[in-house]
Every structure is written in C-alpha cells, then in structure tokens.
C-alpha cells in the first residue's frame, strides 16, 4: 500500500512542478513578447513603405510600356519581338519580387497588401 502512496506523491510533485514550468513559461512569453513587439511593428512597416513603393514602381512601369519602341508600328516584327523577350524578363522580375513581398506580407499578417500588385 505505501509504495502506491509513493508513487502518487511523486506524480503530485511531478505535476506540481510542471504546472510551475507551464507559469514560468507563460511569463517568459509575455516579456518576450513585449521585447519584440516594437521590432515587430517597425518590420511591418517598412514592408508596408516597400509595398507601397513597389505599387508605385509598377504604375510608372506599366506608363513607360507603352512609351517604348515596341509599341509603335515603325518599329518592326523582328525588333518588337527582341525588345518583347526584354519586357518579359523584366515582368518576370517583377513578379518575383511581387511573390517575396506577398510572403512577408502575409507572415506579418497583412496578405492583402500585396493585392493591389496583381491587378
């Protein structure tokens, strides 16, 4: 009978020690997440100010494109087509980039940002 006994006042210390690590641990979250809670928001927003950047780089893009060469009759088959091949490379890059902003973006919990990118 007493080495039942035993091994139940073990288990109660055993439990009593870990519900203490279970409350130790959830005060080190609380000040963990109190120290980089500034950091947080500060990458946040810079994600937004690239995110915006980035809108804006692609609105002037899309202007310029229809400013180049290809778009002009005069220019040729042959050389729109080269100058083409250039414009999907570039538009490729920028897709790219447009996909690292979105994981960022989402992982900081904004997914939505990066919507306006794709339209």
């Known amino acids: 009978m007493q080495t039942k006994s035993l091994a139940k006042d073990s288990q109660i210390k055993q439990s009593k020690k870990l519900f203490d690590d ?10 963990t997440h109190k120290e980089i809670s500034p950091l947080v928001q500060s990458e946040t927003q810079k994600n ?8 804006e780089d692609l609105k ?7 400013k ?21 490379s570039e538009i490729n890059d920028l897709n790219v980039k447009i996909g690292n902003f979105g994981y960022t973006a989402e992982k900081f919990g904004n997914p939505q940002l990066i919507d306006n990118c794709h339209k």
């Open 48 to 55: 937004n100010n690239q995110i915006a950047k980035l809108e």
């Open 68 to 88: 180049r060469d290809f778009y002009k009759y005069e220019c040729g088959r042959e050389n729109a087509l080269t100058k083409l091949d250039a414009v999907y």
């Open 22 to 31: 279970w409350i130790n641990l959830k005060k080190v979250a609380k000040e």
């Open 60 to 66: 002037v893009y899309t202007q310029d494109l229809k």
